[in-house]
């Protein structure tokens, strides 16, 4: 047993930008799954149940908390899509090149990012 390779540790990986977006993937993914469902069946049952019960909804959304809430929401939307089309192309078989997957991990996480901003300045200023 003395002669087993040990398994790579945690310390002994080099942090890089494809380790982060992979986990942004998986925390925007399950973000997306939980808040955005509970809000989605909320806004349905607010529909579903009359103009009061949407009243009381939209005056939720529309509250600074609930405009944080729908921002994180749209940020976890477009930077799982980002790395949802990263994972595309990765799964063709491009891209896996140290530098290309380094690059491509930065562009899907600033590009959720700068999607975000986008979609939001066009609802506000529109």
């Known amino acids: 047993m003395a002669n087993r390779p040990l398994s790579p540790h945690l310390q002994i990986w080099k942090w890089g930008p494809h380790m982060a977006v992979s986990i942004l993937h998986r925390v925007s993914g399950d973000g997306m799954a939980i808040i955005g469902l509970g809000v989605l069946l909320w806004w349905l049952g607010s529909l ?6 949407y009243e009381s909804f939209a005056g939720h959304a529309g509250s600074w908390y609930g405009t ?3 921002i994180g929401l749209t940020w976890a939307f477009f930077t799982h899509m980002c790395s ?7 799964d063709l078989g491009a891209g896996y090149e140290l530098d290309t997957n380094r690059n ?3 562009i899907s996480m600033v590009g ?3 999607l975000t901003v986008a979609f939001w300045a066009f609802i506000l200023l529109a």
């Open 68 to 70: 944080i809430v729908l």
């Open 84 to 90: 949802g089309l990263r994972h595309f192309v990765l």
């Open 48 to 53: 579903a149940s009359g103009p009061e019960a």
């Open 112 to 114: 959720g990012v700068a």
């Open 104 to 106: 491509w991990s930065v």
